[in-house]
């Protein structure tokens, strides 16, 4: 359990990996992809899929 908690709580350590989870709330009817939020977040999509990866490995996050 707490092994767990420390991965989640690691994966969400880097601001940009919290964006993926306000993303949906300021755009509830358009579904987000990596694309989208590479846009919002004013990073390459490199970047973003390496830090989307982390959230997913993590459990936080499902690949859709």
Do not use: C, N, Y
């Not at 694309?35 to 990866?53: E, M, Y």
């Amino acid at each position: 359990e707490a092994d767990r908690t420390a991965q989640e709580l690691q994966a969400v350590a880097h601001p940009i990996r919290l964006q993926p989870f306000a993303f949906p709330r300021s755009q509830p009817k358009k579904a987000a992809g990596l694309r989208d939020l590479a846009v919002v977040v004013w990073l390459s999509q490199p970047t973003v899929g390496r830090h989307l990866k982390v959230l997913v490995k993590s459990g936080l996050l499902t690949p859709g």
